[in-house]
């Protein structure tokens, strides 16, 4: 999704904007493009489809970014594309009629057509066909002689319904940038007599530790020597900084091939992370400080609903059956983006559960401020400090499992669910869950490390299947109840990734309808652990294969040849923690599939990691 970077300081702005958009590559994009602000109030602008490396190869030489004596100033952007196809015209940034006001953009201006007649009746020439560049049109047309550029900017966003995040340069203020926020994150990073600006801090973290994030509905003008925050009404607001704590080896590959195959390896030690400090042995139960809800207020609680989307509302199906199982609390999950259409009702004895591993996603979000406003409470399980989504709830889960990059998400996925065992083990104990049970779950999750590195040492025989399988048409993916989301996930890491089509199904469901499809050239990929419904799960394995389907069963023990083609094996957990540790070949299957298909991996086609827009 679109990024944004921007720098005031003595150093040349290209060079830190060219970097700063490849470390914004992951979050997936069309295009590419910077401006500055060059000698004798001009500005430059290059700006192509493509790719950050095409966008480098494009800056002319002469491209010059460092005004003698005064520093440099520049703005930067990575667009995926919303109004308008992608190419060099449609790329930010875009500028005013004169080449004066140079704005970047993440979000959606609602009212563009509207705003575009107005200007164009008075004379603005556009270039593209972007929502955007109405921006620029529009702030030029409110800094006329004289007016500072943050009060142009303010007059301007009057005007503005939708959503944004945007940086403004201005050939005729190069000594300043001014930024805004409206339901797009803007991160202003702190430097030595140098200030940076990004929509996302993996942006800054090779420059700077010093961060404050804008809230919506406020602006900053930002300066080589520091930066002052106020809002759409002009009043000044003070914001303190605050230090980002992920490392920065975490945005580099370290060795593996891709960012998705690190995350993948990466998880005992983010789910050590989840846990540490919140295990409580004495009361067998858990410990999460931010959750802002004491013991009575939770026994109130009587049913809970949470809400992600994508991998997130899957991890949430995996919580929702943990919280269900150990606390006998109904408990259910919706995609946030289907429950904020749908004028949901809100319960005050309903705990609401909002799931994010960016904490930016709209649809998250925008669920998260209905169910507030109609008085709701909400939690958050999210793994972006400091994100939006955070900020909005009434308290939470931070995963700590450091930056995911790879678009497909691994190892958040799995820290949240270690999130929600956590959390259904604490409500669980302040409701019926007993004592020796609670104990069952402490030791079942303290174990999962060591088992999440034992699945992965089996990489190897994973890819040679994977290989096998990838030349597929299509795959099945199937569950029972515990199983249901492992199967949902392991699909949709599959078509993710690979672009192989895949369908998830509960497996108590394929004789009333896709059995149909089963044949040769359909592979199903069984859930079958060691569990009360291992008879159930073997007999829906015999009727594939009475329908000369192939196999590949996950699970404890590997069923009779003639039930499964192939059988992966992980070590047995507790059966309330199982999913957690048959969903890790899935990821290995997944990624293996897409690296025999020559796909690319942290880049898949047409997908973001952050989704800030509708
Ligand atoms: C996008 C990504 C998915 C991700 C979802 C939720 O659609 O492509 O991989 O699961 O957003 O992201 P979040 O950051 O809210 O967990």
Redesign the pocket.
């Known amino acids: 999704m679109c990024g944004i970077v921007a720098y005031i300081g003595p150093k040349d702005a290209t060079t830190f904007l060219l970097e700063g958009l490849q470390r914004l590559e992951y979050r997936g994009y069309d295009s590419a493009g910077v401006a500055v602000a060059g000698k004798a109030g001009t500005l430059k602008v290059c700006k192509v489809k493509g790719r950050v490396a095409d966008l480098a190869a494009a800056v002319p030489a002469n491209f010059f970014s460092k005004q003698r004596g005064k520093g440099s100033t520049g703005i930067g952007h990575t667009r995926w594309a919303t109004h308008g196809v992608p190419s060099d015209a449609n790329a930010h940034p875009h500028t005013d009629t004169s080449g004066r006001i140079a704005v970047v953009h993440n979000g959606i201006i609602e009212n563009a057509d509207e705003l575009r007649a107005r200007l164009l009746a008075d004379g603005a020439v556009f270039t593209s066909e972007t929502d955007t560049e109405v921006l620029g049109h529009l702030i030029a047309a409110h800094a006329v002689e004289g007016t500072e550029l943050e009060d142009a900017v303010r007059a301007a966003l009057g005007h503005v319904v939708g959503t944004y995040g945007i940086a403004v340069l201005d050939a005729a203020q190069p000594d300043r940038i001014v930024v805004a926020r409206n339901g797009s994150p803007i991160v202003l990073g702190l430097g030595e007599k140098e200030m940076f600006v990004a929509s996302d801090v993996a942006a800054l973290v090779r420059y700077t530790r010093q961060v404050v994030h804008l809230e919506d509905g406020e602006l900053a003008t930002v300066r080589a020597d520091g930066f002052r925050t106020f809002t759409e009404d002009a009043r000044t607001v003070t914001r303190q900084p605050s230090t980002v704590d992920w490392e920065i080896a975490s945005y580099d590959t370290a060795g593996y091939e891709h960012f998705l195959l690190k995350e993948i390896h990466e998880q005992p030690a983010a789910v050590e992370r989840t846990l540490s400090g919140r295990l409580d042995e004495r009361f067998a139960t858990a410990h999460l400080g931010g959750l802002n809800l004491d013991a009575r207020e939770l026994r109130e609680i009587r049913r809970v609903k949470i809400l ?5 509302y899957y991890a949430g199906e995996m919580g929702a059956q943990l919280i269900e199982e150990l606390a006998r609390i109904p408990a259910h999950s919706e995609p946030a983006s289907e429950f904020r259409y749908r004028n949901p009702v809100i319960e005050a004895d309903t705990l609401y559960v909002a ?7 709209y649809d ?1 979000l925008a669920a998260v401020q209905e169910i507030k406003r109609k008085g709701g409470r909400v939690l958050g399980v999210v793994n972006t400090v400091g994100s939006a989504i955070a900020r909005e709830c009434d308290g939470g889960i931070y995963l700590h499992a450091g930056p995911e990059i790879s ?3 691994t190892k ?1 996925f799995t820290s949240t669910v270690i999130a929600f065992a956590l959390l259904a083990l604490h409500f669980g104990r302040i409701n019926d869950l007993s004592p020796a049970d609670g104990r069952r779950i402490v030791a079942g999750l303290k174990a999962l490390p060591g088992q999440i590195r034992e699945v992965l040492g089996q990489e190897a025989e994973i890819a040679k299947l994977a290989a096998e399988y990838a030349g597929s048409a299509g795959m099945m993916f199937i569950g029972r109840v515990r199983g249901y989301p492992v199967a949902r996930e392991g699909a949709q890491k599959l078509k ?1 990734i690979s672009y192989v089509h895949a369908e998830a199904y509960p497996a108590s469901e394929l004789k009333h309808g896709p059995l149909a499809l089963i044949s040769p050239e359909l592979p199903t990929v069984a859930l079958v652990p060691d569990d009360e419904l291992l008879d159930k799960n073997l007999t829906t394995l015999g009727e594939i294969k009475a329908r000369s389907g192939r196999v590949l069963a996950i699970g404890h023990r590997a069923p009779e040849a003639k039930l499964a083609d192939h059988a992966i094996l992980v070590p047995k957990s507790e059966p309330e923690l199982d999913p957690l540790l048959l969903n890790i070949p899935l990821q290995l299957l997944a990624y293996y599939a897409a690296v025999a298909l020559e796909r690319d991996v942290d880049k898949p086609r047409n ?5 800030t827009v509708e």
């Open positions: 992600g989307c994508g991998s997130a799931v994010s591993q960016s904490g930016e996603t998250t678009v497909a998400s958040a993710e997908l973001a990691k952050s989704v």
